[in-house]
Nanobody, 121 residues
Framework: VQLQASGGGLVQAGDSLRLACVAS????????MGWFRQAPGKEREFVAA????????YYADSVKGRFTISRESATNTVYLQMNTLKPEDTAIYFC???????????????WGQGTQVTVSS
């Protein structure tokens, strides 16, 4: 499967962005879709995840209350609505698909190419 992420950009602190990730093949109820991010010189870190079947969501503490992950089954699309963005949110954001929920990147076997989010102060 190919995952195509989009929606990144350059914004100011306090602004919002919505990222989208479209899967080239059907995502099944057993799948988990996740968003990770990687800032320069840092390791890839978990941001949010959603169970495709139940819609249960999970967030990193750093984004809880500001980011919302959602899915649209008909189009195999997962979204990440990012509000009240901070300069520390600056990173390349990756979407990923796995067979179970985890906050560790290695648990996800399919990855998109990433989209850059830059938040200026």
């Amino acid at each position: 499967v190919q995952l195509q992420a989009s929606g990144g950009g350059l914004v100011q602190a306090g602004d919002s962005l919505r990222l989208a990730c479209v899967a080239s093949r059907r995502t099944y109820s057993s799948h988990v879709m996740g968003w990770f991010r990687q800032a320069p010189g840092k390791e890839r870190e978990f941001v949010a995840a959603i169970r495709w079947g139940s819609g249960a969501t999970y967030y990193a503490d750093s984004v809880k209350g500001r980011f919302t992950i959602s899915r649209e089954s008909a189009t195999n699309t997962v979204y990440l609505q990012m509000n009240t963005l901070k300069p520390e949110d600056t990173a390349i954001y990756f979407c990923a698909r796995g067979n179970y929920y985890d906050t560790v990147a290695s648990a996800y076997k399919d990855w998109g190419q990433g989209t850059q989010v830059t938040v200026s102060s």
